[in-house]
């Protein structure tokens, strides 16, 4: 069975691992800073803030912002809830974007209709490891004083208009689970070139501390481990490798497959880092999925429903669902359309796509694709 994805860790990783379990220094400490500064400097940001994971990274990120109470933050509709979740725990409330049909990043025309006076940050996905119009949604923003906060978690290494995303907005948040185009085991990762975000994140991270037992803010123990910098550290010098191999599969995907199913655009001014493969089959999508399995390929249907109709959003003022519900007395998401968002959480399924995937494993998706498409 060829795995939707699978996490590449190789020798190298485990004996750095090893050494580090054989220290004894296992909390936040050399390693983690070590990590902080070569992504950083991978990415093109002066600062990086390891965390625990990829929703900690938005998480702390939006609050270092400034995002609380009273303010809204824009986030596209089509993607995963995490994105959304972490605006509510910051205690704001998220606006909720269409998108692009052709790449599934926010839309910008949607987003100014949908921007409000009290939207104070907007947080663009860069879905399936493809750019968002960076350009276009600050053009939509204008002078308004709005922060960007780039969901980079899917995009490791990959290129808006020649620059690593990651490094163009006020922040950046990245995920480093197991099967993203880098891991750490479990980690994320804030960037920032901004001095004041990059100050207050790192007290965040690690209870608000500016100093041992000096706690300046209410923060949270969201700090990232020896253990997970290790493995980071080894698996950042790889990624642009790890790419190029993913690329290479993608390019054999669409060449093969174009006409077959409906292969992901890429906008001229984007150099995607292809976390996923995308591909739209219409409305017997999860039937094509079913036909893969029985034939050895796990491909996944995408995202089940836009964020604005997943459950939790009807009961967020519920205490029992929400433990910040007296924020959100009133909120009402049933009326929000994103008929784009909509109509790919139907028809789109994920094609097996990760960095040690074998050539062989590669025309077998290929063939099965072939077949499947032919009976349907």
Known sequence: MIPIARPCIGEEEIDRVAEVLRSGM?????LVEEFEREFASYVGSKYAIAVSNGT???HVALISLGIGPGDEVAVPSYTFYATASSVILSGARPVFVDVDPRTGTMDPDDLERKLTPKVRAVV????HGH???LDAIREVIGDREIFVLEDAAQAHGALYKGRKVGSLGEAGAFSFYPTKNMTTGEGGIITTDDEYVYSRARAIRDQGQVSKYEHHYVGFNYRMTEINAAIGLVQLRKLDEFNSRRREIASKYTEELSGVVDT????????PAWHLYPVRVGPKRDEVVRRLRERGVLARPAYPMPLQRQPVMSKLSDREHNYLHVLFEGVDYSDVETPNAERLTREVLYLPIFHCMRD???DKVIREVKEVMKSI
């Open 26 to 30: 296992l909390a936040q400490g050399k």
């Open 56 to 58: 900690a990274a938005l």
């Open 124 to 127: 663009p996905v860069h879905i």
């Open 131 to 133: 750019p968002a119009d």
């Open 264 to 271: 992901p655009f890429s906008a001229d001014w984007a150099e």
């Open 360 to 362: 062989d494993e590669i």
